[in-house]
C-alpha cells in the first residue's frame, strides 16, 4: 500500500479501528480471534491501529498491545486520553485532561500497550475546563521525555486546534467524516490543509450503515451504542436507506462493494486522509482493504457528488449529551 503522512508520521493509507472489537459494538469478541485479526491486518500492510484507555475501558488497549508486541518495530499505535475514572477503574462522568491525569493516562497506556513510546496520542475530547495551551503543553513534555512521538485531537473545534498547534504540533485530527457525515468539509479540512495536519475519520462506514447491511428491520445487541443514535432509529433507519441503495447500484457498476465505494471516496478527498474503519470479520477486514484497488474517476466522484446533495440524513449522530462533547 502506499503510504500517506499525518503531519510527519508516516502511516498505510487505510488504519484499522480496534474499539468495536471489546466494547460499543455488542459484546467483547473472542480475544484470540481478534488477535489473528489485528495480525492479518499486518501482513496486509496495515500500519496504523487505534484504541483508547476508554474503549473498555482499558480492555482494549490491552488487547491491541498483545496483538503487536510481535510486530511492534512495523505498526504505529495510536490511543487517546481525556476521560475520568475511579480508583478501581470505573469510568465516571466528564472529562479530565489536566496535565497530572494526561501523565496517569499515558503510564497505564504505556504498560498495557507494552510498548516505551505512544506513536500517537490523542485528546479524546476537548475539555472545556481545561486550557487546551496546558493540554498541549502537557504533551509536549512527554514529547520531551520520549513517551509520546505525536499529538493528536479528536473531535476539536478549529480554533482550538489552532491554539494547541501553536503549542504543540498537532499530527492529526480524529473526527467522524463519511459520505454520511461531511460536516468537516466547511471549516476542518482547509485549516488541517493550511497547518499540515493530518486528517483520521473515524466512523468511515456511517458505523456500518454505509455497507448496505444494515435496514429498518435489522436489531442491535443492547450493549451497543447505536441503540442510542437517533440516525439508528428504525424510522431514521428506513427514511435513510434511500442513499444506501443508490451506492449500492453504483458499486455494482465499479465492480466493488458499497463499502469499499465508502472509503475509497474518502481517500480520493485528500492524500493526508486516512480511514480507520473497524470490524472483527476477517472477510470485512478484506473487503475495507481493497478499497484502495476501487479508482474513482472525477466523473465518479461527480455523480457521487450529485446522489449525496439530493438527499437528506435523517437522524442527529449523537445524542444531546455526547453531542455537546464535539466541535469545542
Same mark, same amino acid.
Given at each position: ?12 493509507? *487505510? ?16 480475544? +484470540? ?14 500500519? *496504523? ?13 490491552? &488487547? ?12 504505529? $499505535? ?9 480508583? #478501581?477503574?470505573?469510568? *465516571? ?116 450503515? &454505509? ?15 447505536? #441503540? ?59 473487503? #475495507? ?5 476501487? +479508482? ?14 439530493? $438527499? ?17
Amino acid at each position: 500500500m502506499q503510504n500517506r503522512k499525518l503531519g510527519n508520521l508516516e502511516v498505510s493509507p *487505510l488504519g484499522l479501528g480496534c474499539m468495536g472489537m471489546s466494547f460499543g459494538l455488542g459484546p467483547a469478541a473472542d480475544e +484470540q480471534e481478534m488477535i489473528s485479526l489485528i495480525l492479518a491486518a499486518v501482513d496486509r500492510g496495515v500500519t *496504523l491501529f487505534d484504541t483508547a484507555e476508554v474503549y473498555g475501558p482499558f480492555t482494549n488497549e490491552a &488487547l491491541v498491545g498483545e496483538a503487536l508486541a510481535p510486530v511492534r518495530d512495523r505498526v504505529v $499505535i495510536a490511543t487517546k486520553f481525556g476521560f475520568r475514572f475511579d480508583e #478501581n477503574g470505573r469510568q *465516571l462522568p466528564g472529562l479530565d485532561s489536566r496535565p497530572d491525569n494526561i501523565r496517569r493516562a499515558v503510564e497505564g497506556s504505556l504498560r498495557r500497550l507494552r510498548v516505551e513510546t505512544i506513536d500517537l496520542l490523542y485528546q479524546h475530547r476537548v475539555d472545556p475546563e481545561v486550557p487546551i495551551e496546558e493540554v498541549a503543553g502537557a504533551v509536549k513534555k512527554l514529547i520531551a521525555q520520549g513517551k509520546v512521538k505525536h499529538f493528536g485531537m479528536s473531535e476539536a473545534g478549529v480554533q482550538t486546534i489552532r491554539r494547541a498547534h501553536a503549542v504543540q504540533p498537532v499530527a492529526a485530527l480524529q473526527s467522524e467524516y463519511s459520505l454520511w457525515w461531511r460536516e468537516p468539509e466547511k471549516e476542518v479540512l482547509p485549516m488541517l490543509e493550511e497547518l499540515g495536519i493530518g486528517f483520521v475519520p473515524f466512523s468511515p462506514l456511517g458505523k456500518g450503515f &454505509l455497507t448496505g447491511t444494515i435496514d429498518e428491520k435489522t436489531t442491535f445487541d443492547a450493549t451497543d451504542f447505536r #441503540n442510542v443514535v437517533p440516525r439508528f432509529t428504525e424510522e431514521n433507519r428506513k427514511a435513510n436507506l434511500a442513499f444506501v441503495e443508490w451506492l449500492k447500484s453504483f458499486a455494482e457498476r465499479k465492480q466493488a462493494t458499497p463499502a469499499q465505494v465508502a472509503l475509497a471516496w474518502l481517500l480520493a478527498q485528500k492524500p493526508w486522509i486516512v480511514p480507520i474503519p473497524g470490524t472483527t470479520k476477517r472477510t470485512r477486514l478484506q473487503e #475495507n482493504l481493497g478499497a484502495e484497488q476501487v +479508482q474513482l474517476t472525477a466523473a465518479d466522484l461527480g455523480d457521487i457528488e450529485e446522489a449525496v446533495s439530493q $438527499i437528506n440524513v435523517h437522524g442527529a449522530r449523537y445524542p444531546d449529551h455526547l453531542q455537546k462533547m464535539v466541535g469545542r
